[in-house]
C-alpha cells in the first residue's frame, strides 16, 4: 500500500469540499504509519486511535489513543476530517462507528471511508503483501463465498458494495459521495484507460478491489 499516495489523494478530497483540516481523526491507525504520512501531507494535528496501540508507534506530530471507533473519546465537533481507511468491515455494528464519526466533526467537516469491495472479483490488488500471500488470501475468499460465510458479521472482513458503503455513511452523515473513479485514476495512471472503460460500462462493480466514499457535514464545499 502506498501510504504517501493515500495521503495525498485525502488532501485533495479535502481540498475539493474547502475543508483545511488543522486536527485529523484516523480511525484504525495501526501502527502509525499512516497517521504520519497525514500529518504530513496536510501539516495538520492528527489523532490515531485502534483497538492496540503500542507506545513504541509514537511519531512526530501524531498522537495515537487506545480507543473504540464506537465509543470516541472526544467531545462533539473537535475535528475538522475523519479519515477510515479499511476499518470499517472490521467493526461489528459499523453503524456506531459512523455516527462518532459523525459527533466529532466540525459543522464544516468532511470524512473520508473506504473498504473492501464485497462484489471484488479479486482482491488485495495494491497492498503490500507478496504475490503468493495475495493468491492465497484470495482462495480463502472465494471458499467463504462458496460456504455461504461471505460477510462481515461472520469473520470474513468481505467489505461492503458501493450502494453498502454509501447507504451506511449517508445514514450518519447525510451528504456522500463516490469518490471511487478519482481513486483509482490517481493511484493508477498508466491503466486510466481502463477504469474510466470500467466505471463507464459498469464493470467496475466487479473489477475495483476497493469502494471509497467522501461525506460532508454544514456547508462544506458549498
Request: aromatic share 12%; charged share 25%.
Amino acid at each position: 500500500m502506498s501510504f504517501g499516495f493515500e495521503a495525498r489523494f485525502f488532501r485533495e478530497l479535502m481540498r475539493e469540499v474547502g475543508v483545511t483540516p488543522r486536527r485529523v481523526l484516523v480511525i484504525g491507525c495501526g501502527d502509525g504509519t499512516e497517521p504520519a504520512h497525514l500529518a504530513e501531507a496536510l501539516e495538520a494535528v492528527v489523532v490515531g486511535i485502534d483497538l492496540e496501540v503500542d507506545p513504541r508507534w509514537k511519531r512526530p506530530g501524531v498522537h495515537l489513543l487506545r480507543a473504540d471507533a464506537r465509543r470516541l473519546p472526544f467531545r462533539d465537533g473537535v475535528f475538522e476530517a475523519v479519515y477510515s481507511y479499511h476499518v470499517l468491515e472490521h467493526v461489528p455494528g459499523p453503524e456506531g462507528a459512523v455516527a462518532e464519526a459523525r459527533r466529532t466533526l466540525a459543522t464544516t467537516g468532511a470524512g473520508y471511508f473506504g473498504t473492501p469491495n464485497r462484489s471484488r472479483l479479486v482482491g488485495y490488488i495494491g497492498g503490500r503483501a507478496t504475490t503468493a500471500q495475495k493468491l492465497w488470501w484470495n482462495l480463502i475468499d472465494w471458499g467463504r463465498r462458496l460456504q455461504g460465510r461471505w460477510s462481515n458479521e461472520q469473520g470474513s472482513h468481505a467489505g461492503f458494495t458501493r450502494e453498502e458503503l454509501a447507504r451506511l455513511v449517508g445514514r450518519g452523515f447525510g451528504q456522500v459521495e463516490s469518490v471511487d473513479l478519482p481513486y483509482y485514476l490517481g493511484k493508477y495512471p498508466r491503466l486510466s484507460g481502463f477504469w474510466r472503460f470500467a466505471f463507464r460500462t459498469g464493470i467496475s462493480r466487479f473489477v475495483a478491489p476497493s469502494v471509497y466514499v467522501r461525506s460532508r457535514t454544514g456547508a462544506a464545499g458549498r
